[in-house]
Structure formats: structure tokens, C-alpha cells
Nanobody, 120 residues
Framework: QVQLVESGGGLVQAGGSLRLSCAASGSIFSINGMGWYRQVSGNQRELVAA???????DYADSVKGRFTISRDNAKHTVYLQMNNLKPEDTAVYYC??????????????WGKGTLVTVSS
């Protein structure tokens, strides 16, 4: 069974920084893309940043220049460094990974989410 466990969320003042981590565990054969999404209550979940297995990245326009996504393939972990945080970044952040296990072909897995609150 695969689990994605996020950590690093919390309360920070505007202009501050946080680093989110997400570790995948279980009978993992290979991991393709990994990413971070966020959701504000009542709104749709939106892509924040994504990274391919080769290291190519993509960002939402609202976070370009402030957030950096990276991954450690050996540790099955993806990170999101968030700098110059704004109150509008407040949301629950979810980790996503498209991966294959030894039993099943590639599919998407999700973490349970970590809350980021940015105060003004």
C-alpha cells in the first residue's frame, strides 16, 4: 500500500517562508511526475507546482518566482520551498504522485494535506 505523507505546513506571517515535504512509501516500483496542489474551502483544487522524473518543472503563474519545487528520487520525496508568502497562499496543500507499484501500473496517489496559513 502506498502512502504520501506531507509535513511542513503551519502559520507564518506575510513575507515569510515555509518548506513543505512529501515522502512516498510502500511497494513503489517507479515514480513519474510529482506535484503540489492547494485548495481553499469551497474552491477547486489547483495545481501549484509539478516536477517530472527528469526534473522539468511547471508552476502556477501566481507562485512563479516565489515557490520552488524539487525532488529527491532516492528518498521518494518532493519538496516545495515557499518564499515571500502572501495571505492569498493560505490553503490546504496536497501532495500528488503518479507512480507504479510492483502490483499495479501507474496511477495518481494523494496525500491527506497540510494546512498553510499566512497572516497579514
Amino acid at each position: 500500500q502506498v502512502q504520501l505523507v506531507e509535513s511542513g505546513g503551519g502559520l507564518v506571517q506575510a513575507g515569510g517562508s515555509l518548506r513543505l515535504s512529501c515522502a512516498a512509501s510502500g511497494s513503489i516500483f517507479s515514480i513519474n511526475g510529482m506535484g503540489w496542489y492547494r485548495q481553499v474551502s469551497g474552491n477547486q483544487r489547483e495545481l501549484v507546482a509539478a516536477i517530472t522524473s527528469g526534473g522539468s518543472t511547471d508552476y502556477a503563474d501566481s507562485v512563479k518566482g516565489r515557490f520552488t519545487i524539487s525532488r529527491d528520487n532516492a528518498k521518494h520525496t518532493v519538496y516545495l520551498q515557499m518564499n515571500n508568502l502572501k495571505p492569498e497562499d493560505t490553503a490546504v496543500y496536497y501532495c500528488n504522485a503518479n507512480l507504479a507499484t510492483f502490483m499495479y501500473s501507474s496511477r495518481d496517489y494523494w496525500g491527506k494535506g497540510t494546512l498553510v496559513t499566512v497572516s497579514s
